[in-house]
């Protein structure tokens, strides 16, 4: 048992990269090691920025001995007469490289059987080509080349370090040999080179020369200083520094007092994104300090580093105070002329006429919500005027928060100012009815339009977030249970679009597709089948969303109710039959006694909606009788006919509740 | 005593004449930067191996802050060092750099954080890195990939020094126009008493005062000659005009005369061009 090192050491690595790279190693290692039958007890694979190092801990010294069992051909065909193999039993051996065989009985069949063995072999001499496969099999995220034409890889492969133990195992690659001597650190500690003595000892030898090569050790110094001093902090920007860094170091900044006064979002995300700094967040509110996480920290030159940092910021809030100060110089309302000049998608026309198409869609969702019209259609309005503000374009990032903040500032009422903020939140907020109203127009004109477009997502092809546009309107509709259907929605859409009609069916359907999602997750039925029965029947797109959840959670608390189980059965029955029917269902050609066994049910037929399975039991009080004594296929082709087209009409109106075929799997399957 | 900027420029030139480069002087087109130097752009084509180091004066127009802003400026200065093949140990080479200006890798944090680098109108791009010194960008650091649409073989590396943001770094200036250019023979020359007036002239003239009209036409003027030249084999005047349309659109850019749309199809004109300069050039490369 032994660990074996393989360290990749290269110029530096993009930061977002590397969690992928060390995933895919580990699993690209496990996978070697169990095709070359090579027992280990764990792969761990850690690095930085500079070097990505595979440890295979408990790794044993062969790999194991393998035995197959090939049977050929049965006997008669493998052997002559006379015992000699014929051609097929001789190929069979070429085949699978074997001379040696046994007959084997397998039942009362006997059959050629040859047995191979593949030898146990030293770890060491097989080792350096299963590296050498899997570091090559790296799929890269980016590809360069650099000299004289070497690579690919992400950035240049400088050195290779290659341990069983204390054992050299060569590997090559991109023309690197391998060795024993890593680099340190790069500029701290007096030495520029270190040798691996042992496998087991790298992390410490690393660790001596300012080196931390364990992910897990550097976000812990990281995340203990941002939680001592209770900051709260963007988990994905402390991932991103834990890989910028090899010997982590957190120094304390401070914003000057004058930038104090920007907008907080504009301070936090210059502070974030430029700098990589962890602004100090505590209690959701911006303090004036900032954690700068440096790498080359010694006692002698943290001043100056912090000084460094302190101006560079500083240079920073100054171009954000700058913005600042021009975009107060402007007007709200010339920002918004100005969208007509930006194309909002090629086909579709301007940002302007996005926003025109959103203001009549704000308010009849204000109409629907109970929003002021007034704000939501003023809101909409102003909406996308801060694409054009300095701020937004310097700090796209800002779109919307910046938009609330100049709304207010320009003495918009604060529904307006808030519905702007929080226009790109990711869920949209049903406690502000304006900001609702606001965000469902914005949304469902996306999704209508890039449907007209010919934008629908395909697989993972989704650039302009129509799935996520989508998710969000159908859930708020849900939320907020609007009783609207999923048609008016999408025909809303499309009405101040103008083009693209024929897309409008698909768009339902993918819109269908969202409430089956949003009904399964947000509490309507945990299982799949009622929803299912809910969302497939025809009638869905004209059915409201409160009425399919309302339908659907009721059919799943009543999944285990025998009723449940005699009701589906017979509308199966009844919508089975009616599929063939063609005429129309005329009540006043059923014979008398027949037309009065049927009365309840075509009274049931005219009446209310259905709301509950309680509503089904007319028709389980009256069908099971009636298949039991009418041939529905008569002879007679008119009385036939208008009998499937009475189940049809009968299973027509059940569909209204729900598609009952969807419901007989959960109900251990119905009888025809 | 501080180093002045000539100073930090002279340092940087000795120290890459030290390590085999040519030294040259800068190129007398208006351009966005120094990669679009014909000592770049088209040197880095082809396999002639080419280490040169020069100065470049860079135009942004749409940068320009009337002087107003310590930090941006419409026309500021490049040290544009292009090794082709890219050195192993470019890296080191270029810590070596800091240190001849006294940027002492013991005292600082110098970290590479990932940027790689596009220029749609050139057809080029690269993978690479800003230098960062103690959090501040001082150094853009490219292996090209492409250029003028074409692969290259073998790789070219671009170090871009920014001068007056290394020089802030160096003088502990807060303020652009307050680096100390030379103490001179009759005292103190900044940045600001050289610079300071004709920024602030330029801003006018990139945002108010540029005629769009008569832009227009000297970028078609400019076009059609560069189209012309390249039928006759001219690489280099040729190429001149190619940056002319450049720097032309970025005034139209500058004086928001340009649509979304027009953007793009002004960007593709612009890259046909230098896409033909380069083709060109690689029909008959200078050899050394």
């Avoid at chain 1, 200083?225 to 900051?231: A, G, Q, T, Y």
């Avoid at chain 2, 650091?141 to 871009?160: A, H, K, M, R």
């Avoid at chain 2, 307050?178 to 610079?195: A, Q």
């Avoid at chain 2, 349309?245 to 612009?270: K, P, Q, W």
Wanted: with cysteine; glycine share 6%; hydrophobic share 40%.
């Amino acid at each position: 048992m032994t660990i074996y090192l393989l360290e990749l050491g290269f110029e530096e690595i993009p930061a977002r990269f590397i969690p992928g790279l060390i995933a895919e190693l580990r699993s690209r290692w496990m996978d070697a090691l169990n095709t070359a039958h090579i027992e280990y007890q764990d792969v761990e694979v850690v690095g930085t920025y500079r070097r990505i190092a595979t440890l295979i801990h408990g790794m044993a010294d062969e790999s194991a001995q393998i035995s197959h069992r090939i049977r050929g051909p049965i006997r008669s065909v493998a052997f002559t007469e006379a015992n000699e193999l014929t051609p097929a039993g001789a190929g069979f051996l070429r085949k699978n490289n074997v001379t040696d065989f046994v007959v084997e009985a397998e039942g009362d069949k006997h059959y050629i059987v040859s047995y191979t063995t593949i030898p146990s072999r030293p770890t060491v001499d097989i080792l350096g080509s299963i590296a050498t496969s899997v570091v090559s099999g790296i799929s890269l995220p980016i590809a360069m080349k650099w000299g004289d034409g070497y690579g690919p890889f992400i950035r240049p492969v400088h050195w290779i370090v290659s341990l069983l133990g204390d054992r050299h195992v060569p590997v090559e690659f991109l023309g690197i040999r391998s060795g024993a001597m890593t680099r340190t650190h790069r500029f701290l500690g007096s030495y520029r080179e270190a040798t691996i003595t042992s496998a087991s000892d790298y992390v410490t030898i690393l660790n001596d020369h300012y080196v931390n090569v364990l992910p897990a050790g550097r976000r812990d110094i990281i995340r203990n200083e941002l939680d001592l001093n209770r900051i709260h902090y963007d988990v994905t920007l402390l991932e991103e520094v834990v890989f910028l860094t090899e010997w982590p170091v957190p120094i304390w900044g401070a914003i000057d007092s004058d930038h104090m006064t920007l907008p907080a979002p504009a301070v936090v995300e210059c502070i974030q994104k430029n700098q990589k700094y962890f602004p100090a967040i505590i209690d959701g509110k911006l303090t004036d300090r900032y954690l700068i996480i440096a790498d080359s920290v010694t006692p002698a030159n943290e001043a100056i580093i912090k000084r460094g940092n302190h101006s560079v910021l500083r240079a920073r809030l100054e171009d954000v105070k700058f913005f600042w100060n021009e975009d107060r110089n402007n007007s709200y309302d010339n920002w918004v002329k100005k969208l007509d000049a930006i194309v909002y998608q090629k086909g579709l026309g301007s940002v302007g006429d996005k926003v025109r198409r959103m203001m009549p869609l704000a308010d009849r969702f204000a109409q629907w919500i109970g929003a002021d019209r007034v704000d939501s259609v003023r809101a909409a309005q102003l909406s996308k005027g801060d694409l054009v503000s300095q701020m937004v374009q310097e700090l796209p990032k800002l779109q919307g928060v910046m938009g609330g903040i100049y709304a207010q500032l320009s003495g918009e009422s604060s529904a307006v100012s808030s519905a702007i903020t929080h226009l790109y939140d990711s869920d949209i907020r049903i406690d502000q009815p304006v900001c609702a109203a606001l965000a469902l127009a914005d949304r469902l004109d996306t999704v209508v339009s890039c449907f007209a477009n010919g934008l629908i997502p395909t697989g993972s092809q989704d650039p302009w977030g129509v799935r996520r546009a989508a998710l969000a309107v159908v859930r708020a509709l849900h939320r907020l249970h609007i009783p609207m259907t999923l048609t008016d929605l999408v025909s809303m859409g499309f009405d101040g679009l103008g083009t693209g009609r024929d897309k409008q069916d698909l768009c339902i359907s993918f819109m269908m597709d969202r409430a089956r999602y949003i009904f399964e997750t947000d509490g309507v039925g945990s299982d799949m089948i009622p929803v299912s029965a809910v969302v497939d029947s025809v009638i869905s797109p004209h059915r409201s969303l409160v009425q399919m959840a309302h339908s659907a959670s009721h059919l799943q608390s009543r999944i285990s109710d025998p009723r449940l189980k005699l009701i589906t059965e017979t509308v199966i029955r009844v919508s089975r039959l009616g599929r063939s029917a063609s005429g129309r269902f005329d009540p006043s050609r059923l014979d008398t006694n027949e037309r009065a066994g049927l009365d309840p049910v075509i009274q049931w037929m005219a009446g209310t909606d259905i709301h509950t399975l309680d509503d089904f039991h007319v028709l389980t009080d009256v069908m099971p009788a009636y298949f039991e004594s009418t041939l529905i296929m008569d002879p007679d082709l008119d009385i036939r006919s208008n009998r499937l087209s009475f189940l049809r009409d009968v299973s027509t109106k059940c569909e209204l509740f729900a598609d009952f075929e969807k419901l007989s799997p959960a109900l251990g399957g119905a009888q025809n | 005593m501080t180093r002045s900027f000539q100073d930090i420029i002279l340092t940087l030139q000795t120290y890459w004449s030290d390590r085999g480069c040519v030294v040259l002087q800068p190129y007398d087109t208006e351009k966005g930067a120094g990669t679009m130097s014909p000592h770049t752009f088209l040197r880095v084509l082809g396999t002639t191996p080419w280490n040169v180091a020069y100065v470049e004066p860079s135009r942004r127009p749409t940068d320009g802050r009337y002087a107003d802003n310590p930090n941006r400026l419409q026309h500021y200065f490049q040290f544009q060092v292009v090794l082709k093949p890219s050195p192993f140990d470019i890296q080191d080479l270029y810590i070596g750099s800091l240190e001849s200006l006294g940027i002492s890798r013991q005292d600082h944090d110098i970290r590479f954080v990932e940027d790689n680098w596009e220029s749609p109108t050139l057809g080029a791009w690269g993978v690479g890195w800003e230098v960062w010194l103690d959090g501040m960008e001082v150094t853009q650091f490219t292996y090209f990939q492409q250029c003028g649409g074409l692969d290259l073989n073998p790789i070219s590396v671009e170090v871009t020094y920014g001068l007056e943001r290394l020089a802030m770094f160096i003088q502990n200036k807060t303020s652009v126009y307050d680096i100390i250019w030379k103490e001179s023979r009759n005292g103190l020359v900044t940045y600001g008493d050289i610079y300071r007036p004709s920024e602030i002239d330029y801003c006018h003239y990139n945002f108010t005062h540029a005629s769009v009209d008569r832009l227009v036409t000297q970028f078609e003027l400019a076009e059609a000659e560069c189209n012309e030249l390249i039928a006759h084999k001219l690489v280099s005047p040729a190429y001149d005009f190619c940056l002319k349309c450049s720097h032309t659109f970025n005034l139209l850019d500058a004086r928001g005369a340009i649509s979304v749309t027009e953007r793009m199809a002004y960007i593709l004109r612009i890259r046909k061009l230098a896409k033909k300069c380069a083709e060109a050039y690689l029909a008959h490369p200078v050899e050394i």
